[in-house]
T-cell receptor, first 114, second 111 residues
Framework: GAGVSQTPSNKVTEKGKYVELRCDPISGHTALYWYRQSLGQGPEFLIYFQGTGAADDSGLPNDRFFAVRPEGSVSTLKIQRTERGDSAVYLC????????????FGEGSRLTVL | TQLLEQSPQFLSIQEGENLTVYCNSSSVFSSLQWYRQEPGEGPVLLVTVVTGGEVKKLKRLTFQFGDARKDSSLHITAAQPGDTGLYLCAGRGAGSYQLTFGKGTKLSVIP
């Protein structure tokens, strides 16, 4: 498809488990963002990639969260030792460049930690 | 950290009414965007404003960026049920790639 694709759309896991969330951006978009959206809140910035490198990871809440984008396209958000407070919708967005343009969002991955 | 405060948090109106939602900050933004989000979907861009005092119109929606580039408003004329959704404002500081979102205004337009 032409849009940002995120998998899985829903993930239910148990406290303490490891999860990976995948984002496939729009082809040719060099900038990729991860956001987290809790119920009733706006999206909260986690990390921004320009190409393969994480240009800004200041939003990652702690060292249990890590993200990679090894070939400058698909990105994976990894969460270790999940906690109930990690339950949220994880949104991925891409844009053609790094500056002031529109972000194109995927539909999100809903993570539930029991 | 740049914070964006949106008001009201919830708004329920009858079809045909007018409404205004607000986005305020103590910080200056180089650009501000408005997105609309429907349940189960990601936010979709409505408009970007970059100049203080700028006004943009998108059909029945009018967006204004404050003169000092710290606040913005979204006015909807003759609201329709299809306008129902979560309206989010988001701003970028000078030289920043990070887009900071407000908590949103959840709008319900009743037929």
């Amino acid at each position: 498809g032409a849009g940002v694709s995120q998998t899985p759309s829903n993930k239910v896991t148990e406290k303490g488990k490891y999860v990976e969330l995948r984002c496939d951006p729009i082809s040719g978009h060099t900038a990729l963002y991860w956001y987290r959206q809790s119920l009733g809140q706006g999206p909260e910035f986690l990390i921004y990639f320009q190409g393969t490198g994480a240009a800004d990871d200041s939003g990652l809440p702690n060292d249990r969260f890590f993200a990679v984008r090894p070939e400058g396209s698909v990105s994976t958000l990894k969460i270790q030792r999940t906690e109930r407070g990690d339950s949220a919708v994880y949104l991925c967005a891409s844009s053609p460049g790094a500056s002031t343009g529109e972000l194109f969002f995927g539909e999100g991955s809903r993570l539930t930690v029991l | 950290t740049q914070l964006l405060e949106q008001s009201p948090q919830f708004l329920s109106i009858q079809e045909g009414e007018n409404l205004t939602v607000y986005c305020n900050s103590s910080s200056v933004f180089s650009s501000l965007q408005w997105y609309r989000q429907e349940p189960g979907e990601g936010p979709v861009l409505l408009v970007t404003v970059v100049t203080g005092g700028e006004v943009k119109k998108l059909k029945r929606l009018t967006f204004q960026f404050g003169d000092a580039r710290k606040d913005s408003s979204l006015h909807i004329t003759a609201a329709q049920p299809g306008d129902t959704g979560l309206y989010l404002c988001a701003g970028r500081g000078a030289g920043s790639y990070q887009l900071t979102f407000g908590k949103g205004t959840k709008l319900s337009v009743i037929p």
